[in-house]
């Protein structure tokens, strides 16, 4: 997370406090992009912050917020209704080949996608993504010499589920961990598509809502780093650049600056109240 991102956070979590009672869904919808594991931190740091200014409204509020938010997002997995276990194996590698299907004839049409994950959204969980790499396995078996054009399916399923606003967040980022990951074993190290979906990875290793915070953050750095490799100053200009800012970002994030991270954001707070 870098400063522009903290200020987004703080901004929107000011626009909930002081918004109409009820406006709440509304305003939360049109900033999707900000409702992550980061933002229900900040909650949290200001929430704690009112509670010591003696705000116990507003310190009630955010707090049930980002417990709500917490099991939107899938970070309580306990208790679930979703059941990551259930479901016909056999459903799932219907619908996942469907998707593929679409990814090859959508021609980037992410609406067509968005309407089929939207409909069965109810499979977007663990089960997911293991039989993702069971239907991957077949078609390379099946399909060998079409195994460069079936990655790129792939790839761009994982990138479109991760960023797919329904269902949980939790889940979309490990199935799309796992596309990218599968890609990555069958793609030739040190190709370009192989530095693109390491530099995905990267991404999707930095959204992580499961696992530990810091791992995932050094998930990331590696990742970056791999891309790297391949996108050279020279060869990549632009991508070498994009790149380098995700790896610094990642480089900010890391866990051992959280208590500088935290100290700033109050500094931020003090001066907006």
């Known amino acids: 997370m870098d400063e522009t991102r903290d200020r987004a956070y703080l901004q929107l979590i000011q626009t909930l406090l002081n918004c109409p009672n009820g406006e709440e869904p509304q305003i939360l919808q049109a900033n999707l992009e900000l409702v992550d594991s980061g933002f229900l931190q900040f909650c ?9 200014e003696g705000e116990e409204n507003y310190t009630n509020f955010l707090r049930n917020l980002a417990s709500q938010l917490g099991q939107l997002l899938g970070m309580n997995d306990e208790g679930d209704s979703d059941n990551s276990e259930g479901g016909n194996p056999q459903e ?12 090859a004839d959508s021609k980037l049409n992410i609406k067509v996608i968005y309407s089929m994950l939207a409909q069965r959204q109810h499979l977007l969980n663990d089960r997911f993504a293991e039989i993702l790499q069971q239907v991957t396995q077949n078609l390379i078996v099946e399909h060998p010499e079409a195994i460069e054009s079936i990655l790129p399916y792939i790839a761009n399923l994982s990138i479109d589920i991760s960023e797919f606003p329904l269902g949980k967040r939790a889940n979309n980022i ?20 192989w530095a693109a979906t390491q530099n995905n990875l990267a991404t999707a290793y930095g959204e992580r809502i499961r696992g530990e915070k810091a791992q995932n953050i050094e998930l990331a750095i590696a990742s970056y780093n791999k891309a790297l490799s391949v996108y050279t100053c020279d060869a990549f200009p632009q991508d070498w650049a994009m790149t380098q800012n995700n790896l610094a970002a ?20 003090t001066l907006w109240h």
């Open 44 to 52: 949290e740091v200001v929430a704690e912050n009112l509670a010591e």
């Open 92 to 103: 799932y590698a219907n619908f996942i080949r469907e998707l593929l299907q679409a990814e």
């Open 250 to 269: 990642a480089y900010y994030s890391r866990i051992e600056g959280e208590k500088q991270r935290i100290s700033k954001l109050r500094s931020h707070l």
């Open 174 to 193: 490990e199935i799309a961990i796992t596309g990218y990951q599968i890609v990555l074993k069958n793609s030739e190290p040190g190709s370009e598509n």
